[in-house]
């Protein structure tokens, strides 16, 4: 099926699950996950209509990047290394997976060197996975509590990825988890933090995660396929 047919499917998924939860659809944004997919992808994309775009790979991103000809927003989803922040600076709008302070405070230092500020999330381990990344679930306030102290940052919302499960209703509980974790963050009031954005939710289980309050969804097999090429 062409690019475009899928991403009118997934829209129209987002609008059924978004109204279901009693949300207006325009509240949740698709984040394209274009990583391993070739710059052709993303143009074919974005003349779809698409124009936010998720990467998980600096090299590859940067790549990518210079080959891709229609005006498009990126996001940088991925695991990043302090040592590439530099790489990225200014040419992503969002990173979603600050997950310690030392990553906030680079971040900070190279747009700070471009005199600008860089839209985070902090990413939170919400199933404590020894393989996947992301701040605790108790540590996540401290972290926040620090990185808002950091002027070239501003801190939106929260990130998660929970474990694999065949049926997305074994998803909701760790969404609904991220969801009360933000809350509870809010009620503390910490000067320049902002806890509008919830990133959860991919092909399999997007749907619930709309229903427990997601705002950015990242889907990349739904929208490109398994394979880069048929």
Known sequence: MPIADNLKAIQARIETAARRAGRDPASVRLVAVSKTKPAAFVDEAARGGQRLFGENYVQEFLSKA???????EWHFIGHLQSNKVRQIAGLVTMIHSVDRLSLAREINSQWGKI???????????????????????????????????????????????????????????????????????????????????LSMGMSGDFEVAIEEGATLIRVGTAIFGERIYP
């Open 115 to 197: 005199g600008r500020i860089c839209d985070v999330l902090i990413e939170v381990n919400i199933a404590c996975e020894g393989t996947k990344c992301g701040t605790t679930t108790t540590a996540v306030f401290d972290l926040v509590r620090q990185a808002a102290t950091l002027s070239h940052l501003r801190i939106r919302g929260l990130m998660c990825m929970p474990p694999y499960f065949d049926d997305p209703e074994e998803a909701r509980p760790y969404f609904r988890e991220l969801r009360r974790i933000a809350e509870e963050i809010n009620t503390q009031i910490i000067p320049h933090v902002e806890m509008t954005e």
């Open 66 to 72: 210079r080959e891709v000809s229609e005006p498009v």
